[in-house]
T-cell receptor, first 112, second 115 residues
Framework: KAGVTQTPRYLIKTRGQQVTLSCSPI?????VSWYQQTPGQGLQFLFE???????NKGNFPGRFSGRQFSNSRSEMNVSTLELGDSALYLC???????????FGQGTRLTVV | AQSVTQLDSHVSVSEGTPVLLRCNYS??????LFWYVQHPNKGLQLLLK??????LVKGINGFEAEFKKSETSFHLTKPSAHMSDAAEYFC?????????????FGGGTRLMVKP
């Protein structure tokens, strides 16, 4: 059974650009959540999607957005990139009612 | 609302000595609790989880944790540290209900193992 797959693994972008990250959950997992990890702020929750609907959102500006497709794959988009957006972005998937989430390897975004 | 506090940002032990990484949580209901480990430039690996079964939970690589409701703690221990245990460890609360699910992470504890 394939795990959670995040693409790309590494990205370098320039300030002001936008970026789209992708997360393919484990087969059958309909919940996908996104997290940002930075040295200063640690791991913070961005948002969670279930059956193409955003159910929860963390405390991030509107530049951070996401969506989920009918096959449960999810994308997150960051517009007008800032240096502070440089981080490891992790996604996790879980089954409905599950007591555990499974993480991908992450996408490391560097904004220069 | 839930929160997680890892009481030590850095812990240093000698190889072969016990490891104790401390975690306190706050949750408005019975939580699911986890410990994850992250090696440099890697993703998160699940060490162990507590989901309201046995209060002493055994995980991978010789780690275990004890859920103490009265103390709202979920400390991670290992009898004998190995050099390969050097990594960052995260204590996590997971909630999942009809409104959604979310993981709340502690600030992390960096474990250093001296030869």
């Amino acid at each position: 059974k394939a795990g959670v797959t995040q693409t790309p693994r590494y990205l370098i972008k320039t300030r002001g650009q936008q970026v789209t990250l992708s997360c393919s959950p484990i087969s059958g997992h309909r919940s996908v959540s996104w997290y940002q990890q930075t040295p200063g702020q640690g791991l913070q929750f961005l948002f969670e999607y279930f059956s193409e609907t955003q159910r929860n959102k963390g405390n991030f500006p509107g530049r951070f957005s996401g969506r989920q497709f009918s096959n449960s794959r999810s994308e997150m988009n960051v517009s007008t990139l800032e240096l502070g957006d440089s981080a490891l972005y992790l996604c996790a998937s879980s089954l409905p009612g599950a007591t555990e989430a499974f993480f991908g390897q992450g996408t490391r975004l560097t904004v220069v | 609302a839930q929160s997680v506090t890892q009481l030590d940002s850095h812990v240093s032990v000698s190889e072969g000595t016990p490891v104790l990484l401390r975690c306190n949580y706050s949750s408005s209901y019975s939580p699911s609790l986890f410990w994850y480990v992250q090696h440099p430039n890697k993703g998160l690996q699940l060490l162990l989880k507590y989901t309201s079964a046995a209060t002493l939970v055994k995980g991978i690589n010789g780690f275990e944790a004890e859920f103490k409701k009265s103390e709202t703690s979920f400390h991670l221990t290992k009898p004998s540290a190995h050099m390969s245990d050097a990594a960052e460890y995260f204590c996590v609360v997971f909630w999942n209900n009809n409104a959604g699910n979310m993981l709340t992470f502690g600030g992390g504890t960096r474990l250093m193992v001296k030869p």
